[in-house]
């Protein structure tokens, strides 16, 4: 069996549907049909990604982010967002909460099977890297095997997405990358959206950082990018 997936949605069909699509593929699938549920199954089950609608009862889906990114044993869980709320802010929300990625109804099974495996082949490519490889420059140390970041010898939380962006900025110091760039690189696939997933996803990794350093590590080139400053 294959990797373990919560599908949460309080759609039957939309359930049924996904995980019919996922199982074809090999994963295992569990299910919850509103938010509760979903919270109980994620400490029960210890899935290794979930696919999350908003509009849920009891615990809408921008909460369970909240609480999932909150919790130090759930905050590296893959989370994908799959809803009908298609307004540009309900997309950044989710990402600013801690999605890796966000899909909209309706949707294509294809497209959101080829989404999942590449949040999870990133997740592990990460995992197994490089194997006690520590980058540090100045006051920014990231242990790519136990895949933690310290600033100022204090660890920070950070999402699989802002992980792999710090990795890449600060393996490549000075050296430009563009919204595109880094859209191949982090989410691996054809992406659909727009770029300002990227600027979603720096804005947060921005502000995790300046609770613990003063400097500007992440650097904007004006009409180009992004690059991560040496120290």
């Not at 373990?4 to 759609?11: A, G, N, R, S, T």
């Not at 359930?15 to 029960?44: C, M, P, R």
């Not at 979930?50 to 909460?63: N, R, T």
């Not at 110091?173 to 997933?197: A, K």
Request: charged share 35%; aromatic share 6%.
């Amino acid at each position: 069996m294959g990797n373990k997936i919560l599908v949460v949605d309080d759609e039957e069909n939309i359930v049924k549907l996904v995980s019919y699509n996922l199982e074809q593929e090999g994963y295992e699938i569990i299910t919850a049909n509103e938010g509760k549920e979903a919270l109980a199954k994620i400490e029960q089950e210890n899935p290794d990604l979930m696919i999350l609608d908003l509009m849920l009862p009891k615990v809408d889906g921008f909460d369970i982010c909240r609480k999932v990114r909150k919790d130090g044993n759930t905050n590296n869980l893959p989370i994908i967002i799959l809803s009908a709320k298609e307004e540009e802010i309900d997309k950044i929300l989710g990402l600013e909460l801690g999605a890796d990625d966000y899909v909209t109804k309706p949707f294509s099974p294809r497209e959101l099977i080829a989404r999942v495996k590449a949040v999870l082949r990133r997740v592990d490519y990460t995992a197994d890297e490089e194997k006690q490889e520590v980058l540090k420059t100045g006051a920014v140390e990231l242990d790519l095997k136990k895949h933690q970041v310290r600033i100022n010898d204090k660890e920070i939380n950070l999402t699989p997405k802002e992980f792999e962006l710090l990795s890449i900025l600060i393996k490549h110091p000075g050296q430009v990358f563009s919204r595109d760039n880094l859209l191949g690189e982090i989410w691996d696939y054809n992406y659909h959206g727009d770029t300002r997933t990227v600027d979603v996803h720096v804005r947060r990794l921005r502000k995790k950082i300046s609770e613990y350093s003063e400097q500007k590590h992440i650097i904007t080139v004006r009409g180009v990018g992004y690059k991560f400053k040496e120290d």
